[in-house]
Each structure stands twice: as C-alpha cells, then as structure tokens.
C-alpha cells in the first residue's frame, strides 16, 4: 500500500470519528434542551376544581361533564355507589359555581355571571340578563375599584329528589372584600349560599343561588 492511499484511508477515518464526536454533542444537547423545556408534572400542581378566581379557569370547569342522576338503588334506605358520585358531582359544581359568583369587582364588566351560563338554567339565564341590564341603567361608579373574593369552605346537602329533579346544596363561604386596590382587604366574614339545582332535559343546571345573611 503506498503512501498516497494510507493518508487518504487516514483522512477517512479521522472525518468519521470526528463527525461522531459532533452528533454525540449533538444529540446530548438536544435532550438536555428537551428535558429543561419539558418538565415533569406534580399531579399535587393541578389547579383542582375549586379554584376559580379568574376567567381562564372557567375552560376548566367546562370541561366537567353533564350530570345526570341515575335512578337509583330500588332498595329502601340504600344509595348506590352510582347515586352517591352523582352527589358528589353536584356538590363540587355548587362549590366552583359559587366561589366565581361570589368572586367579582366593580371593574369586571359582570364577567362573574357571564361565564357561568354553561351552568345555568333557562331560568337562570334570564334573570342574569335582566339583572345586568338593570345595574348597566345604575350607571355604577368604576373609578374607585371594589371587590370582593369568596372561596368555599363546606358544603351541606339540603335537598335531593332525582324524582322531581331537585337539589338544594348550602354553600359556606369565607369572603373577603377590598376597596382601592385588590390588596386593601377592608372586611372579611362568613357567608353562606343557597344553591338550587333543577334537572332540564336530562341534565342538572343551577336554577338560583340566595346569598343568606
């Protein structure tokens, strides 16, 4: 072999290791960047459904499905597995409900009634455009800011009849208002909501909810 074709197998070779030496980098870089942009999810981190304070949560609570109440356990004095889900279901839909009904501002444009006609009934969807129609007329004075923000504490189950298609679930609350800024708390207290729930064409929709003194 002459010396022409040994510096060529020479150069051959060292192209080759030096190219695998650059997609090993390479390709060590590109994981890295990708673990760094990717980073694993605490399942402890998810918002859970309660927490509604702000608008962008409410594609959260759309995502909650239908309810509809199943007939039943036909045994006197049982409550199927099924029946208790079910209640549950509308136990934590009272909860997210009144926590971004009772959650508002001066300068909210009404946004805490708004985005919550997903859950409303026909009825309810009336009276929430009559009732903004109304305040609209008051003409409220916005410049000075005012809000209040509640968050659930419990719930108490009133009322429940699959057979006429009612429920009534006592929420209670903690609420906390602020006037001049968001951070200027100037009274926090106790309240409690009366949220009624009617079944309409196979599904519960919320039909009031009564702040109670």
């Known amino acids: 072999m002459n010396k022409k074709i ?5 150069i051959v070779v060292g192209l080759i290791i030096l190219s ?4 090993v980098f390479f390709v060590s870089d590109y994981f890295y960047e990708k673990s760094i942009k990717t980073p694993v999810i ?3 981190q998810i918002p859970k459904i309660a927490d509604i304070e702000n608008d962008k949560d409410i594609d959260t609570i759309k995502k909650i499905k239908e309810i509809t109440i199943d007939p039943g356990n036909s045994n006197s004095g049982v409550v199927s597995e099924k029946t208790v889900s079910d209640k549950n279901d509308l136990s934590r839909i009272a909860i997210s409900f009144a926590e971004r ?4 501002s001066n300068q909210s444009n009404f946004g805490n009634i708004t985005g919550l006609k997903i859950f409303m009934s026909r009825n309810m969807k009336k009276w929430s455009d009559e009732y903004i129609a109304n305040q609209k007329k008051n003409n409220i004075d916005t410049s000075i800011y005012y809000g209040i923000t509640t968050k659930a504490a419990t719930t108490e189950l009133q009322e429940y009849d699959d057979d006429l298609g009612v429920a009534n679930i006592l929420v209670i609350t903690r609420r906390r208002e602020a006037t001049g800024t968001m951070n200027n708390l100037s009274n926090v207290f106790t309240q409690n909501v009366l949220v009624d729930f009617v079944k309409e064409d196979g599904s519960w929709k919320i039909d009031k909810a009564s702040w109670l003194e």
């Open 6 to 10: 040994l510096s060529i197998i020479i």
């Open 20 to 23: 695998a030496i650059v997609y």
């Open 42 to 44: 605490d399942d402890s």
């Open 101 to 104: 009904f009772g959650t508002y």
